[in-house]
């Protein structure tokens, strides 16, 4: 089937639509865009961390808001045509959070990331996330992100893709790189979906 045919159930002119208003209402990249793409064709293949928001966005009910339903489509959009171009990465905190809320939503949210390769908790984790939540001033209702983060840069991931930065401003993200730096620690890009969805 050609990449162009329209299919049943796929994205069609209103969803296109949507997603360029989104793009262009929003600036949730805590890092130069430009580089991003620099960096995103020096290998051919990348690691991807799905942090919860994406099986949220992917899995939930079609969202009125033009926000939400802009996130929606980007993620299915992404999970669709894009993400067999990556190595995909979970962690046991992605599967507790998943698994919270209503019964059918976290069944869903699970089925998504099933079979995504899992990264366990440890003791090495835990001690970054506590340092990372204290260093950016994460408060103890969102001490989630800081263990994602944690998992990226233990594990050594190159991309945390997630819809929720509200903890990570340009700041914010420049105090994680000097401290990451210090101490000889990789630091993860942060991005939203449709950054993936550009490369080819």
């Given at each position: 089937?050609?990449?162009?045919r329209r299919k049943k159930g796929g994205f069609g002119d209103f969803a296109w639509l949507v997603i360029i208003?989104?793009?262009c209402s929003q600036a949730v990249f805590p890092f130069d865009?430009?580089?991003?793409?620099?960096?995103?064709?020096?290998?051919?293949?990348?690691?991807?961390?799905?942090?919860?928001?994406?099986?949220?966005?992917?899995?939930?009910?079609?969202?009125?808001?033009?926000i939400k339903a802009a996130r929606q489509?980007?993620?299915?959009?992404f999970w669709e045509n894009a993400r067999q171009n990556y190595d995909l990465?979970?962690?046991?905190?992605?599967?507790?959070?998943?698994?919270?809320?209503?019964?059918?939503?976290?069944?869903r949210r699970l089925n998504f990331i099933e079979g995504l390769s899992l990264i366990n908790k440890s003791e090495k984790i835990e001690e970054l996330a506590r340092v990372y939540q204290r260093l950016l001033d994460i408060p103890d209702k969102a001490k989630a992100d800081s263990?994602?983060?944690?998992?990226?840069?233990?594990?050594?991931?190159?991309?945390?893709?997630?819809?929720?930065?509200n903890h990570l401003s340009f700041a914010?993200?420049?105090?994680?790189?000097?401290y990451n730096q210090e101490y000889g620690l990789p630091t993860p890009f942060l991005i939203t979906p449709e950054m993936l969805n550009t490369k080819e």
């Open positions: 089937m050609g990449r162009n208003l989104f793009c865009f430009t580089l991003f793409l620099q960096y995103s064709k020096s290998m051919d293949k990348k690691s991807v961390y799905i942090e919860t928001t994406i099986p949220s966005y992917a899995t939930a009910k079609a969202s009125r808001d033009i489509t980007i993620t299915q959009l990465y979970i962690s046991q905190y992605v599967i507790d959070e998943c698994s919270k809320g209503d019964a059918d939503a976290a069944q263990f994602h983060l944690a998992v990226c840069v233990d594990a050594n991931i190159d991309y945390l893709l997630s819809w929720n930065f914010s993200y420049g105090k994680l790189l000097l």
